[in-house]
């Protein structure tokens, strides 16, 4: 990544690289039956212990029916499905992030008995752990040859498929590197998996069978590289040092690049004599008193302040005192903007014209204040038919230079405009064409082709903290009762039930700070009703034991009573103990149905805080409370809800969902 900045900033550069390692195997095995079942195991698999880990499950089943209705690993590790299709047969992708590196045996499930099916697994690592999977296909058909294809957009990624087959002819021959291919029941059942190590970036990327004969089903997927630290960061320019947390990502504002290609986005008005075509603008006799005559398009996210426009510009033809008005603006409002009589349209314009004149022709700024006429300043070197032009307008606060150059945009200057203008605000229309309302002859036309429009920010890059993990509900997690707690698409269902058995669910976060940490979540409060006698109880926090039993815990309870006696939050931490605790820091905000935004912050060993906000900016805050807890409340690798099971069963249910989980690592805020 590298990011330039104006020397008028007093920026000079800053480079930053996230590099990181490649995407590698570490095991594959896979497994086949004929025999009807609910299931089919891969046995004894070994996940290694390795960063950025990852699993891909393909699997294929004769009939389109059952389907797949889940895959677990170590007994309680879910996948979540990347993608599935079907024709005759059906053919399957899966993925588990950060497995438990053990041997274990993976299980697929179907939605009721199956015939002939096959499942195979890869392990990878090196692996985006929070956005692993990227572009995805499926394909079906009959034929001999089972024709899918992925068009990766991602450095360094990896392919992968999952390919099903009546064949007819034996088991299906892959084109790429071999996972496995399994020929199932006689032969006219095969089922396989080939990936790509290095495929081709954008381009559409060929993962073919051969030896089929009948129908087939195929699904790909593109597997994404973790990134790695940020490296080669210079000294003294924005960044002094190097963020080796990997906390901050520099975010320019947005770039409009449009080669002209396609006509979505762009409006045309008037005449029709100028279009987009064969990949470029084309004016063709384009009057300047023929009526409004143009094309234009939104430039969102454009700021007014501070913007650059870059374009290449050829003209072919034109007659003595034409004027090409308006080659390439930006205005505040979408109608024709700029006229020579009558009443001027309340709108800011700033852009670039050529004014022929009936002489030499020059580059010229045009700029229109408000309801205010049009004011051109023209440059003094001659504009001459059939060379190509690269233009660079630039605005910086109120001052604009426009830049001629040939060869290049960093070839040899042809002319430099220089102006100053005020008030000109709202910029997010790009305009190409003529301008209205000239008293000359029709004869005054000009024909000219644009290319390579480039709309860009010249302002400062922001600084934006990224999590550690941006969405810890995809995260491999545990759950004691499956229907009270679990989490499926992204989404954590929760129901604290006071009925003496555990229920705990948790999410395995890794290697987690014993001093700064940060962790953000959304909270549904969906259900809170009463017990029949006591108080029903559950904890929310970061726990260093998985499962029942005591833990180190920094979190919250809620509580509910009987009657409203007990109905609130509490801060709640605890060192080798049960975190369903009540009798800790109380919020005076109450429990309630409604949706909150948690914070829990971990600023040094000893102290935390728990806040609760209104909004997904974490901005607008409801409460907070600060706490302390002792310095060996540490290791707290896991994500844990817990409900209070001591006692009688006396019912109640305090139930909904969190959404949106990230955590921040090694940090105490978020800024």
């Keep these: 990544m590298t990011i330039n900045y104006k020397d008028s900033k007093r920026i000079v550069a800053l480079e930053a690289d996230r590099t990181g390692g490649s995407i590698t195997l570490d095991a594959e095995s896979n497994n086949h039956a004929s025999a009807s079942a609910t299931s089919i ?5 070994t996940v290694g212990n390795n960063s950025n880990k990852i699993l891909i499950v393909s699997v294929g089943s004769y009939n389109p029916t059952p389907t797949v209705s889940g895959i677990t690993w170590n007994s309680s590790e879910n996948f979540t499905q990347i993608n599935t299709v079907a024709n005759n047969g059906r053919a399957d992708l899966w993925y588990l992030v950060n497995p438990t590196s053990t041997t274990a045996d993976i299980v697929v499930t179907y939605s009721s008995s199956a015939g002939s099916r096959s499942a195979g697994v890869t392990s990878l690592y090196n692996v985006n752990q929070s956005t692993p999977i990227g572009v995805t296909n499926t394909v079906t058909g009959t034929g001999g040859t089972i024709a899918g294809t992925i068009t990766p957009t991602t450095t360094g990624s990896w392919i992968i498929d999952s390919a099903m087959s009546l064949t007819g002819l034996g088991a299906i021959t892959d084109t790429l590197t071999a996972g496995f291919s399994n020929l199932i029941g006689g032969v006219d059942r095969s089922h396989g998996t080939q990936y790509s190590a290095s495929p081709t970036i954008n381009s559409a990327n060929s993962m073919t069978w051969t030896n089929g004969q009948s129908s087939y089903a195929w699904a790909g997927a593109e597997i994404k590289k973790a990134e790695g630290d940020i490296t080669n960061v210079q000294d003294n320019s924005l960044l002094v040092e190097k963020d080796t947390a990997r906390r901050y990502w520099a975010s320019n504002k947005d770039t409009i690049e449009d080669d002209y290609s396609s006509t979505s986005g762009w409006t045309s008005s008037g005449a029709g004599n100028i279009s987009i ?4 603008v084309s004016a063709s006799s384009l009057g300047n008193n023929d009526g409004e005559d143009r094309i234009y ?7 007014s302040t501070d913007v650059t426009v870059q374009f290449e510009v050829t003209f072919s033809a034109w007659t003595s005192g034409a004027w090409a008005e308006g080659i390439a603006q930006l205005q505040s409002c979408t109608q024709d903007a ?3 009589s009558g009443t001027q349209p309340n709108c800011d314009v700033v852009g670039v014209n050529l004014n022929k004149g009936h002489t030499n022709s020059q580059f010229s700024i045009i700029t229109k204040d408000g309801t205010n006429s049009a004011v051109f300043t023209s440059g003094t070197a001659t504009v001459s038919q059939g060379t190509k032009y690269y233009l660079t307008f630039e605005k910086s606060g109120n001052d604009m230079t426009l830049t001629s150059r040939t060869g290049s945009h960093s070839g040899s200057t042809h002319d430099t405009i220089t102006k100053t203008q005020t008030g000109l605000t709202g910029l997010n229309t790009l305009v190409h064409g003529t301008l209205t309302g000239y008293a000359g002859g029709t004869g005054y036309t000009t024909s000219y082709t644009i290319d390579n429009l480039v709309v860009s920010p010249v302002s400062h890059a922001t600084w934006n903290m990224q999590p550690t993990i941006s969405n810890a509900l995809n995260n491999s997690f545990t759950t004691l009762d499956s229907a009270k707690n679990n989490i499926s698409s992204g989404t954590l269902d929760f129901n604290i039930v006071r009925d003496g058995s555990s229920d705990d669910l948790d999410i395995d976060l890794g290697s987690v700070s014993d001093t700064k940490w940060v962790l953000r979540f959304k909270l549904n409060v969906g259900t809170v009703s009463a017990t029949s006698q006591y108080i029903n109880l559950g904890s929310f926090g970061l726990a260093s034991v998985s499962g029942s039993g005591n833990t180190d815990f920094i979190g919250f309870t809620i509580t509910k009573s009987n009657d409203s006696t007990y109905q609130h939050y509490h801060a709640t931490d605890i060192e080798n103990g049960n975190p369903a605790n009540y009798s800790t820091d109380q919020f005076s905000h109450g429990l309630q149905v409604e949706t909150v935004y948690v914070e829990i912050i971990r600023s040094s060993a000893t102290a935390y805080s ?3 906000f209104s909004d997904s900016g974490y901005s607008q805050s409801i409460e907070s409370k600060s706490s302390t807890t002792t310095a060996t409340t ?16 006396v019912g109640g249910s305090i139930a909904g969902t969190i959404e949106n989980m990230e955590l921040y690592n090694e940090v105490s805020s978020v800024n």
Excluded at 41 to 45: A, D, E, H, R
Excluded at 277 to 280: A, F, I, K, L, S
Excluded at 634 to 649: E, M, S, V
């Design 610 to 612: 728990v806040e609760l």
């Design 277 to 280: 075509t064969g990949g470029q």
């Design 297 to 303: 398009r939104t430039v969102s996210g454009v700021d």
């Design 338 to 340: 700029v006229t020579y």
């Design 634 to 649: 540490n290791g707290l690798q896991y994500f844990k809800i817990r409900n209070f099971n001591n006692g009688a069963n």
């Design 41 to 45: 195991t891969i046995s004894g698999f």
